[in-house]
């Protein structure tokens, strides 16, 4: 029997009868896909987008709030109200660096501060202890509480007669005029350590410093007054912090645990290599989000100190407000503002890079290795 001849073009496949419906499928939810994140795409390019390119153009212009900033008026001076505020000598220069290292040691005491304590409330309210529910609220209500009514509160707290110098007196010290006094923390400890004395500093911390500021400057610490802010901030938002790490908490495979028991392991020993290690990605969203927030404080400046006193507790983003709601000066205020959008951005990658799964990034980079051999030895052999 002989087989029938094939076809004088060669062989001709059939394609699958389902080839065309599931891309026919994939087509129809691409097209719902976008039809959903449409409407979001264009609010967030109306709202988002557009607003922030229209700020840089102010950054980049020297408007003074009347009229739009798009007229033919408005001066063009590129990347001069930038050079104002970062080189060129100056009281704008001043005020910037001076707002400057005032954020830089409010971030350095907030973040550690509100952390630990999130972490330590996590921790205990984790634990077998009655009346969790009250503890949590209790712990969270600063969090959603307003801002203006808690400022009033430690305004009349930290006042000079207020009831934390009443308690300080019941130990016997004499407690300062928090929102009132200027005096570095650091400066205050090497007088009572006798390393120098602030009315007569060294001179080798005096004659220079970078960025427009002397050494003896920069390293005043925070002064009382921004200390007093520090407490306040630490106590409003530590509790929120705390709900993010008593979620993680929960999430902890209970038999994990176990089984450190079952080894031997004690408290602490559990704590740091079984709890902590499951708790990375908390940790780094709780630091994330502090390093942020901190570098954008704002309201408590506003309601309690004005920035004072002697600018000691001038943030950037108060500096901004006022260059530009009080002196008229709309492009140095948005370069202001975008001179903290990057110094947000640089900090928040180096903690990234930091807090980075050193295990996993090496796994990862060992696959992509491995693909890219894969890779070249397929050419290779197509070549061939």
């Not at 029997?1 to 065309?20: E, I, K, Q, V």
């Amino acid at each position: 029997m002989t087989a029938a001849p094939a076809p004088a073009g060669g062989l001709r496949t059939r394609p699958l009868r389902g080839a065309g419906a599931a891309g026919a499928s994939r087509a129809g939810q691409g097209r719902a896909g976008w039809a959903f994140a449409t409407p979001q795409a264009v609010l967030i390019g109306l709202f988002v987008l557009i607003p922030i390119l229209m700020a840089f153009w102010v950054s980049l212009t020297d408007w003074r709030g009347r009229g739009s900033p798009f007229s033919g008026t408005v001066g063009f001076v590129g990347f001069d109200n930038y050079a104002a505020i970062l080189t060129e000598p100056g009281l704008a220069r001043q005020d910037f660096m001076t707002s400057l290292r005032n954020n830089a040691w409010y971030v350095l005491l907030v973040v550690p501060l509100q952390t630990a304590i999130a972490l330590g409330l996590a921790l205990v309210l984790n634990s077998r202890i009655r009346a969790k529910g009250f503890f949590r609220t209790a712990f969270y209500f600063p969090t959603v509480t307003s801002s203006v009514a808690i400022s009033l509160v430690f305004i009349f707290l930290f006042t000079g007669g207020g009831a934390v110098n009443a308690l300080l007196g019941v130990f016997g010290i004499d407690g300062p005029n928090w929102f009132s006094d200027s005096r570095g923390l650091l400066h205050l400890a090497g007088d009572g350590l006798g390393l120098w004395d602030s009315a007569n500093p060294p001179a080798a911390l005096t004659d220079g410093g970078p960025l427009g500021l002397t050494w003896w400057d920069w390293l005043s610490g925070p002064s009382i007054a921004l200390a007093a802010l520090i407490l306040l901030v630490v106590w409003t938002s530590a509790g929120g912090y705390m709900l993010m790490f008593l979620a993680a908490l929960q999430d902890v495979p209970a038999d994990v645990r176990e089984a450190a028991v079952m080894d031997g392991a004690n408290r602490w020993q559990r704590f740091r290599a079984v709890t902590l290690p499951a708790l990375r990605p908390a940790l780094f969203l709780v630091t994330t989000l502090g390093l942020i927030g901190t570098w954008q404080v704002f309201d408590q400046v506003y309601l309690i100190s004005q920035g004072n006193p002697a600018k000691t507790t001038l943030t950037p983003a108060y500096l901004s407000y006022t260059s530009a709601f009080e002196t008229g000066q709309w492009g140095r205020a948005a370069a202001m503002s975008f001179v903290l959008f990057a110094i947000i951005v640089v900090l928040t990658t180096l903690q990234r890079f930091l807090m980075r799964d050193k295990d996993a990034a090496a796994e990862k980079k060992a696959a992509r290795a491995v693909a890219r051999r894969r890779t070249s030895t397929t050419f290779f052999h197509a070549d061939r």
